[in-house]
């Protein structure tokens, strides 16, 4: 079955670029989307297919997918954007939609 | 506004039943596809169930036999129907809306399902 991999956790200093990955075979082929998620709260979907942002979500989130991985990357990093963050795919083969394990951003 | 609300979670004995309510505003749950996600306490996020605007419906691997998602179109309402609960199905339940890029685009807060003797 597909797996979809992420770090455990990423670091980043305030006002420095995160950068987290979501790794799966030719995951180029398949829409890509991003959520976070504050301790307590449900998740809340920051990127869409791959690189589109929904309403009201900030400039400085972006994503990209090519080859074998998938990138959020989040510019100008601010505190209140501490969170877990999780990448979702939905497979065909199976038929089913499919989590990352989470990567939780601590912003130093 | 677009707005999801679950209910119906709680305590449960192991082969024990519950059934989850997600009240849906601002769109119609029948016209669209609607999904349930769950999450286990300090664990990641797992897709459970999805039902689409024709009415079929799909099931992960885990739940598939035990589990029911339906819908009432007058009270625009999602359910998930639990049967032969396990201690495993412990988890925080999440109602979503799905796009159709297949995105969970709208999330509830969540209800609590713990499976304990």
């Known amino acids: 079955s597909y797996v979809l991999t992420q770090p455990p956790s990423v670091s980043v200093a305030p006002g420095q670029t995160a950068r987290i990955s979501c790794g799966g075979n030719n995951i180029a082929t398949k829409s890509v989307h991003w959520y976070h998620q504050k301790p307590g709260q449900a998740p809340l979907l920051v990127v869409y297919?791959?690189?589109d942002r929904p309403s009201g979500i900030p400039e400085r989130f972006s994503g990209s997918n090519s080859g074998n991985t998938a990138t959020l990357t989040i510019s100008r990093v601010e505190a209140g954007d501490e969170a877990d963050y999780f990448c979702q795919v939905w497979d065909s083969s199976s038929d089913h939609w499919l989590f990352g394990g989470g990567t939780k951003l601590t912003v130093l | 506004e677009v707005q999801l609300v679950e209910s119906g979670g709680g305590l449960v004995q192991p082969g024990g039943s519950l059934r989850l309510s997600c009240a849906a505003s601002?769109?119609?749950?029948?016209?669209?596809?609607m999904s349930w996600v769950r999450q286990a306490p300090g664990k990641g996020l797992e897709w459970v169930s999805a039902?689409?605007?024709?009415?079929?419906?799909k099931y992960a691997d885990s739940v598939k036999g035990r589990f029911t998602i339906s819908r009432h179109s007058s009270k625009n309402t999602l359910f998930l129907e639990m049967n032969s609960l396990r201690a495993e199905d412990t988890a925080v339940y999440y109602c979503a809306r799905l796009s159709s890029s297949y995105a969970f685009d709208i999330w509830g807060q969540g209800t609590l399902v713990t499976v304990s003797s």
């Open positions: 039902m689409f605007d024709g009415g079929s419906t």
């Open positions: 601002g769109f119609i749950v029948s016209s669209n596809y």
């Open positions: 297919d791959d690189r």
